[in-house]
């Protein structure tokens, strides 16, 4: 009897430390599944921390770098229009005025001891044409406001894109005493130049818009991607013709700002464009935009404006019927 029970005694015992046992292996298993991803939370949080303050630091190192480059790229613009200003200068100082044509310029003299009065001639004139295509935007109010300042006038060759929404702000380019001019109703490349008849009806479109709205009969057209375009399913020098006969005079450009692309340009970038081919051109037609996407467009404005103010016998002018085309293709005369 006593056997049974001590027999009893060591099989409770045992099976009490089993259990003891399980009950730990529990316990060590359940802190090593919670605590092992914990830890490696708490790890990789502060590995990502670290990396947000190295990467906060290089970003404030690229910003920092990226505002010298920009204010170095500001300087370098202003040197270059300071030194193609002078060999303007220079240039107009050294003609020689014994070699000076008569239609020209030309010296009024005077019998008197009074010196000689010179009188320049309207060919000594160089003039400026800037022209908006695409418009009117968002920021033609702005543009004009800008023009206000410098007491400049500018022509806008516009669509119809605003036609429906804001038919006022193609009046206020009119009431603002600027050339309207028209670049096509719907400026869609596969439409206006599938054929004569939709170029025809587009162009139709576009300019009894333009005289319902303000009143005023647009004569000035630009080809949209000018008349040198090569993707017109029509001959160009068709459309040409057309536009001669219904009395229109078609421009083109010989200065471009490159703010066409569809990378957007730096103000700094399109003004330096701007200045260096208005210095290589007697008469300027400046090719720019007005569209939402276009705001350097805005900013440059005011610099090319204040530049070209500095200039001497320069006239910043808007086109009119009078002006002399600039053309990039020629009406081949029928033999």
């Known amino acids: 009897m006593k056997e049974i029970q001590m027999s009893d005694i060591s099989y409770s015992e045992k099976r009490r430390r089993r259990v003891k046992r399980l009950k730990c292996m529990i316990v060590i298993a359940f802190f090593t599944v919670v605590t092992i991803p914990i830890a490696l939370c708490i790890y990789l949080g502060c590995t990502l921390y670290g990396v947000n303050n190295d990467l906060a630091e290089i970003t404030a190192?690229?910003?920092?770098?990226?505002?010298?480059?920009?204010?170095?790229?500001?300087k370098l613009e202003a040197e270059k229009y300071a030194r193609e200003a002078a060999i303007v200068e220079s240039s107009e100082a050294a003609v020689d005025l014994n070699t000076v044509s008569s239609d020209t310029a030309t010296v009024k003299t005077n019998t008197t001891d009074e010196e000689p009065e010179e009188i320049q001639?309207?060919?000594?004139?160089?003039?400026?044409y800037l022209t908006f295509d695409d418009g009117p935007s968002i920021y033609t109010e702005e543009i004009l406001?800008?023009?206000?300042?410098?007491?400049?006038?500018?022509?806008?060759?516009?669509t119809g894109e605003a036609a429906t929404e804001h038919p006022e702000r193609y009046k206020m380019i009119a009431d603002r005493g600027h050339t309207l001019a028209m670049h096509s109703y719907s400026h869609k490349y596969s439409e206006v130049y599938k054929n004569k008849d939709?170029?025809?009806k587009d162009f139709n479109k576009i300019r009894d818009f333009i005289r319902e709205t303000t009143g005023v009969t647009p004569v000035i057209y630009r080809f949209p991607g000018g008349s040198s375009n090569r993707v017109s399913a029509t001959d160009m020098n068709e459309l040409c013709e057309y536009l001669e006969d219904e009395g229109i005079h078609y421009f083109d450009w010989n200065v471009s700002s490159g703010d066409a692309t569809s990378q957007t340009l730096?103000?700094?970038?399109?003004?330096?464009?701007?200045?260096?081919?208005?210095?290589?051109?007697?008469d300027s037609v400046v090719l720019l935009h007005d569209t939402s996407a276009k705001y350097t467009t805005v900013a440059a404005l005011p610099v090319i404006l204040e530049q070209?103010?500095?200039?001497e016998n320069t006239e910043i002018c808007a086109i009119t019927e009078d002006t002399p085309v600039v053309q990039h293709r020629e009406i081949k005369e029928n033999e």
């Open 266 to 282: 730096s103000r700094d970038r399109i003004v330096a464009n701007c200045l260096a081919g208005i210095y290589s051109h007697k």
């Open 308 to 311: 070209l103010s500095k200039l």
């Open 145 to 158: 406001d800008i023009l206000d300042q410098y007491d400049a006038k500018a022509t806008f060759f516009v």
């Open 121 to 128: 001639a309207e060919d000594d004139i160089n003039h400026v």
């Open 61 to 74: 190192q690229y910003e920092a770098q990226l505002e010298i480059t920009d204010e170095l790229q500001s």
């Open 198 to 200: 939709n170029f025809v």
